[in-house]
């Protein structure tokens, strides 16, 4: 069978398939060279008959192998939690776990649930995940994390932002994860420029129907917005708009397209039948735990007081900030590294990336996690389980 692949609002569709080396312990230099043994005296063969007999003293391969083991399942479970495993001395043959950001001993927070998807029995559950990719034509030429993921987590829907590729491309692009779907809301307006994308796994295609209603006006000329209608619930896919590096766009951000966002979530959930996710880069840390140096950004765009406020606003309209609810007052979690100055490696980070749902839905929520072992991105994905 063929997949297939839809552009929103451009009215185009097309098919697409898709030894240890030991030095010899030093016989050749303690018996050689013969003449100069001869020469110091007689009873010169006794000191290296010694030497040679010390390597004997040192055979712990069994210590090694059981160290081995243990490091193996250190770095397996430091790994899952998004951390590479600390080294040991006399652990050569170890495979280097990657390095993800774990940042600042917070083991003991992440053990309690921001990566539990590790540990969690994803049956019965609607598994979703949302990932701004800046820019997929990298990733997807460069070690494609998405299909890492899907083949990992095996999520139903994956939610992507900032996918830069314009309609043209899409179609040449087609269904790039194997066994998903893919419906593309790409820019109009500018080339390489914003976008969403959903995939949806061929298992529930018809169960979830992809659209662009709702947002009004030309919120998304800059294919910033998706909707995706289940059975259970309303998925909202978006690509906030940016307040900019000189705060241009922050009035357009937090008095046009904010209300927006907010009268169409209040909508969706006034007709009482479904429950309501909203997902995507939301461009916002909300508090001063979302960032790792809040003092310096109070003017920096995503972290001004109106572009916080307005998150605020739109949280007591009726919603939860799904990460924050299992992980309230978790430091050092964040989904955003710049590429400058190893902020990754070091944990400069924002958190950006949410899964926000209304409260009345928020008891079929099982799971929100941040999924810092995927690189590929300047972010990295996030995930949400809800009960089916």
Same mark, same amino acid.
């Given at each position: $069978?063929?997949?297939?692949? $839809?552009?929103? #609002? *451009?009215?185009?569709?097309?098919?697409?398939?898709?030894?240890?080396?030991?030095?010899?312990?030093?016989?050749?230099?303690?018996?050689?060279?013969?003449?100069?043994?001869?020469? &110091?005296?007689?009873?010169?063969?006794?000191?290296?008959?010694?030497?040679?007999?010390?390597?004997?003293?040192?055979?712990?391969?069994?210590?090694?192998?059981?160290?081995?083991?243990?490091?193996?399942?250190?770095?397996?479970?430091?790994?899952?939690?998004?951390?590479?495993?600390?080294?040991?001395? /006399?652990? &050569?043959?170890?495979? +280097?776990?990657? +390095?993800?950001?774990?940042?600042?001993?917070?083991?003991?927070?992440?053990?309690?649930?921001?990566? %539990?998807?590790?540990?969690?029995?994803?049956? @019965? *559950? !609607?598994?979703?995940? $949302?990932?701004?990719? #800046? /820019?997929?034509?990298?990733?997807? &030429?460069?070690?494609?994390?998405?299909?890492?993921?899907?083949?990992?987590? &095996?999520?139903?829907?994956?939610?992507?932002?900032?996918?830069?590729?314009?309609?043209?491309?899409?179609?040449?692009?087609?269904?790039?994860?194997?066994?998903?779907?893919?419906?593309?809301?790409?820019?109009?307006?500018?080339? /390489?420029?914003? /976008?969403?994308?959903?995939?949806?796994?061929?298992?529930?295609?018809? %169960?979830? #129907?992809?659209?662009?209603?709702?947002?009004?006006?030309?919120?998304?000329?800059? @294919?910033?917005?998706?909707?995706? %209608?289940?059975?259970?619930?309303?998925?909202?896919?978006?690509?906030?708009?940016?307040?900019?590096?000189?705060?241009?766009?922050?009035?357009?951000?937090?008095?046009? !397209?904010?209300?927006?966002?907010?009268?169409?979530?209040?909508?969706?959930? $006034? %007709?009482?039948?479904?429950?309501?996710?909203?997902?995507?880069?939301?461009?916002?840390?909300?508090?001063?735990?979302?960032?790792?140096?809040?003092?310096? #950004?109070? +003017?920096?765009?995503?972290?001004?007081?109106?572009?916080?406020?307005?998150?605020?606003?739109?949280?007591?309209?009726?919603?939860?900030?799904?990460?924050?609810?299992?992980?309230?007052?978790? +430091?050092?979690?964040?989904?955003?590294?710049?590429?400058?100055?190893? *902020?990754?490696?070091?944990?400069?980070?924002?958190?950006?990336?949410?899964?926000?749902?209304?409260?009345?839905?928020?008891?079929?929520?099982?799971?929100?996690?941040?999924?810092?072992?995927?690189?590929?991105?300047?972010?990295?994905?996030?995930?949400?389980?809800?009960?089916?």
């Amino acid at each position: $069978s063929k997949a297939t692949v $839809s552009v929103l #609002n *451009c009215g185009v569709g097309q098919a697409h398939q898709r030894v240890d080396t030991i030095p010899m312990p030093g016989r050749k230099r303690a018996a050689s060279p013969p003449k100069q043994a001869a020469k &110091k005296a007689k009873p010169a063969p006794k000191a290296p008959a010694k030497k040679a007999a010390a390597p004997k003293k040192s055979p712990p391969p069994k210590k090694a192998a059981a160290k081995k083991s243990d490091i193996v399942q250190t770095a397996k479970t430091l790994s899952a939690l998004g951390g590479a495993a600390p080294p040991k001395k /006399g652990d &050569k043959p170890v495979p +280097k776990a990657p +390095k993800c950001p774990l940042m600042k001993g917070a083991i003991v927070e992440a053990s309690k649930g921001v990566d %539990e998807y590790q540990g969690n029995d994803t049956a @019965g *559950c !609607w598994n979703i995940t $949302s990932f701004n990719v #800046n /820019g997929l034509r990298a990733i997807i &030429k460069n070690n494609n994390q998405i299909v890492e993921l899907a083949k990992k987590e &095996k999520p139903h829907l994956i939610c992507l932002q900032e996918t830069k590729i314009d309609e043209e491309e899409a179609l040449k692009i087609g269904n790039f994860v194997p066994g998903y779907q893919v419906v593309w809301n790409c820019c109009r307006v500018k080339k /390489g420029y914003s /976008g969403t994308a959903t995939l949806v796994r061929d298992d529930v295609v018809p %169960e979830f #129907n992809v659209t662009t209603d709702g947002l009004g006006g030309d919120h998304n000329e800059e @294919g910033r917005y998706q909707l995706i %209608e289940g059975k259970d619930f309303y998925l909202i896919n978006t690509y906030v708009p940016n307040a900019g590096q000189k705060l241009e766009r922050l009035d357009y951000r937090v008095d046009e !397209w904010d209300v927006a966002m907010r009268e169409l979530l209040a909508k969706l959930v $006034s %007709e009482g039948k479904k429950g309501v996710v909203w997902t995507g880069d939301l461009n916002v840390a909300h508090t001063e735990i979302d960032l790792a140096n809040p003092t310096t #950004n109070h +003017k920096s765009a995503g972290f001004t007081p109106q572009e916080r406020n307005s998150f605020t606003e739109t949280l007591e309209v009726g919603f939860t900030d799904t990460f924050r609810h299992f992980h309230q007052g978790s +430091k050092d979690f964040f989904s955003y590294w710049g590429y400058r100055q190893n *902020c990754r490696e070091r944990n400069m980070g924002w958190r950006l990336d949410y899964f926000v749902v209304n409260d009345d839905f928020l008891p079929t929520v099982q799971a929100s996690s941040i999924l810092s072992a995927y690189y590929g991105s300047d972010h990295c994905p996030i995930q949400l389980l809800v009960k089916q």
